[in-house]
């Protein structure tokens, strides 16, 4: 799966609430109401990862968790991290 240019990438996580770009990836940092929330969320997040075959950078701190997508073969955004995203926030 080719990475998409810059213009494809600003449109589609325009669309998606909360998501930035950070180089060649996209991120959110979610903000759960405990901490075995928030791991209840991770764990939820791994389902859909193995399921997409496909498995972002996850960053526990207490209540909050950072997802940083990136599609390392492609050598950047690609659909696929959109698609997953978009099933996080489906969970979110």
């Known amino acids: 799966m080719p990475a998409l ?3 494809q990438i600003a449109t589609k ?3 998606l609430e909360g998501w930035s770009r950070e180089q ?14 928030a791991i ?3 764990a939820n997040v791994a389902d859909l990862a193995e399921a997409a075959d ?6 526990i701190r207490y209540r909050k ?3 940083a997508l990136s599609t390392h073969d492609a050598g950047g955004i690609t659909q696929k ?4 995203a978009g099933d996080i926030e489906a969970i979110g």
């Open 81 to 84: 991290d959109f698609d997953l």
């Open 65 to 67: 968790v950072r997802i």
């Open 5 to 7: 240019p810059d213009d």
């Open 40 to 42: 209840t969320f991770v």
């Open 54 to 59: 496909h498995h972002p950078d996850i960053d």
């Open 13 to 15: 996580i325009a669309a």
């Open 24 to 37: 060649d990836m996209i991120v959110k940092t979610y903000e759960l109401p405990t901490f075995p929330d």
